[in-house]
Every structure is written in structure tokens, then in C-alpha cells.
């Protein structure tokens, strides 16, 4: 009994800072407007993560439920999949600021959308996401996949673009050219996402299952199945908290009774450790201990069956 409630009052204080978040007050009444999939967009938002257990989602969603509804861009269900192209260079920078906590740090990719079944349309972005400090600003425009990869590839798309996305399109450009970004990781997940039912509130709330990863065949096609890889324990979801001003007073209350645990999660840098060889064995011979654990833990067999003296392989 002392353990359980020790346990309720570490994950109510780590959530309980959450009604302690400031409206931002450049928008009006701390609103976004819904935004569907072919409206390109800037985002400022406070992004909170924790990874749960099936026991603690079925907790927690029967008292979620009356504060929610489905997202305007999942159909009735909540449901859609979401397919990245992730690009980093030879030095994994997007990796290493990740894990030294950097505070101002960009990531890009290719984000597809859209089911096998139409419920979904496909609809693809080229976009940057930036954060800073604990701000998280998304900078996207929409094109067709083809000429997605193009601009992620440096060129110019086949397409006119308005001022907006052209001003991405030269953000991808100048990360491609000067900081070397090239395709590396595509993975896939399901999503469920809900919105607040208070139109004055703009917080979502989403879980994502089925995370999985590849480091080949770097083509993502809508609700692409092609992948053997996969990060969790069977039943675990990443809840994500995304709002851009407070935090409604309800919902502490209810994480913190559910034994939710505020953590930093990245699906792209868990999906290197887990993934590939090449950053295993720089890592172990680079800073052997002073790794993260868990990467550590995944490189040992790799690293012990290396040659001494080997030459480390390339990491495109």
C-alpha cells in the first residue's frame, strides 16, 4: 500500500508542472484552428511524452473519453498510420544532440500519410522540426511525395510554391547542403489521435503502437507495411501531450492516477541503437562507457565480433 501511493505521488509531481505551462499569448484565446492535411503550417507547442503499459491505457481512457474526440484528420475511429523518412548525415548529429540535450536543435523528414483502406487520403510533407528548449516548432509544406524526396534531395520540386513553403523548401535545402542530410531511417506507426472537446483549448493528445523501423530501402510509400523491426514491448504505446498553452486542470489528475511517467522519448535515435551496426561500434570505441546504456547493451556482441584495428565502416 506505502508503494503504490509512492508510486501516485512520483507520477502526479511529474506532471502536476503542467498547470504551471503559459498561455502563449501571441495566439488568440491559446487557440489553433483545426488544420487539415492540405494546409501547410507552423506549429509552436509544448510536446510531453510517456511510454505506457495496455493496463495503464485501458486505465486511463475510460476517463479521457468524456474531455475528447477523435482528431479532424483520423475519421471516426482516431486511427491513422504515419510513415517517416528520417535524414541525418555521416556523423548522426540528429542522434548526438538528441543525447547531449541540446537545446536548439533541428530534425528533418518526409512525413506520409494515408491508409490502404481511402479513409485516410494520402497526403505527404517535407518538413523541419525544431526545438528549443522545450518549445517545439513544426515548419512543413505539402507536395507530392515524388517532389517531397526531390526537395529532401536538394533539387526544386516540380510544383509552384507559395511563400510559405518556399521558405521551408530553402530551410531543407541549406540542412542538405551545408549540413550534409541524407536519408537514413523510414519507419512506421499507428496513431490515435484526439483533440480536446473544449474548442478553446487546442491540446491533442495522442498514442502510438507498432513503431517500427529500417535502415534499407529508404522509399516510403503510404501505409507501408514493409518493415521487421519494431521498438517496444508488446502492449507499451507512446502517449504524446502536444498543447501550445496550459494544460487543462483535469488532466494531471489523471496521469498521476494512472502511474504515468513524463520521459523523453525518441522514436528516430531508439531506432539508431536498435538499428545500426555502424553507430553501435563508433560509440563503443568512441566513448565506450559514457554511452548511453541502452545503446551499450544492443552494440556488445557487434563490437566484440569487430577486428582489432578494424577501420570503422561508413555510416551513409
Known amino acids: 500500500m506505502e508503494d503504490s501511493k509512492e508510486c501516485h505521488d512520483q507520477a502526479t509531481n511529474n506532471v502536476a508542472f503542467f498547470l504551471l505551462i503559459p498561455i502563449n499569448t501571441h495566439l488568440l484565446c491559446g ?19 510517456f511510454v505506457i503499459t495496455r493496463e495503464q491505457r485501458d486505465a486511463l481512457m475510460p476517463r479521457l473519453m468524456p474531455h ?41 523528414r518526409v512525413r506520409v500519410y494515408g491508409s490502404l483502406d481511402g479513409k485516410v487520403p494520402p497526403t505527404s510533407f517535407i518538413e523541419v522540426k525544431h526545438k528549443c528548449d522545450s518549445r517545439v516548432v513544426k ?68 498514442f502510438d503502437t507498432g513503431i517500427g523501423f529500417r535502415m534499407d530501402d529508404l522509399v516510403p510509400q503510404p501505409d507501408d507495411r514493409g518493415f521487421s523491426q519494431y521498438l517496444l514491448r508488446e502492449g507499451e504505446s507512446v502517449m504524446e501531450v502536444k498543447v501550445t498553452g496550459a494544460v487543462p486542470f483535469w488532466l494531471p489528475r489523471m496521469l498521476g492516477d494512472a502511474g504515468c511517467i513524463l520521459t523523453s522519448h525518441s522514436k528516430y535515435c531508439n531506432a539508431l ?4 551496426p555502424a553507430l ?17 547493451e544492443r552494440a556488445s556482441l557487434d563490437f566484440t565480433s569487430s577486428r582489432e584495428g578494424e577501420a570503422l565502416p561508413a555510416l551513409a
Open 139 to 206: 515548419r512543413r509544406a505539402q507536395m507530392p511525395l515524388a517532389a517531397a524526396l526531390q526537395v529532401g534531395a536538394g533539387e526544386m520540386p516540380d510544383k509552384e510554391l507559395n511563400f510559405a513553403d518556399r521558405k521551408v523548401v530553402e530551410e531543407v535545402h541549406k540542412l542538405v547542403r551545408e549540413r550534409k542530410f541524407r536519408p537514413h531511417c523510414c519507419m512506421r506507426y499507428d496513431r490515435q489521435a484526439f483533440a480536446d472537446v473544449n474548442p478553446a483549448s487546442d491540446l491533442r493528445i495522442t
Open 68 to 108: 475528447l474526440r477523435a482528431d479532424a484528420n483520423a475519421g471516426d475511429n482516431a486511427f491513422y498510420p504515419i510513415i517517416s523518412l528520417y535524414y541525418d548525415n555521416a556523423d548522426r548529429d540528429c542522434y548526438w544532440e538528441k543525447i547531449r540535450g541540446q537545446g536548439s536543435r533541428r530534425k528533418m
Open 31 to 49: 487557440t489553433l484552428p483545426p488544420q487539415p492535411f492540405s494546409v501547410s503550417y507552423r506549429l509552436d507547442r509544448f510536446e510531453m511524452k
Open 280 to 296: 553501435q561500434r563508433r560509440v563503443l570505441r568512441a566513448v565506450g562507457a559514457e554511452a548511453p546504456a541502452s545503446l551499450l
Open 273 to 276: 541503437e536498435a538499428g545500426d
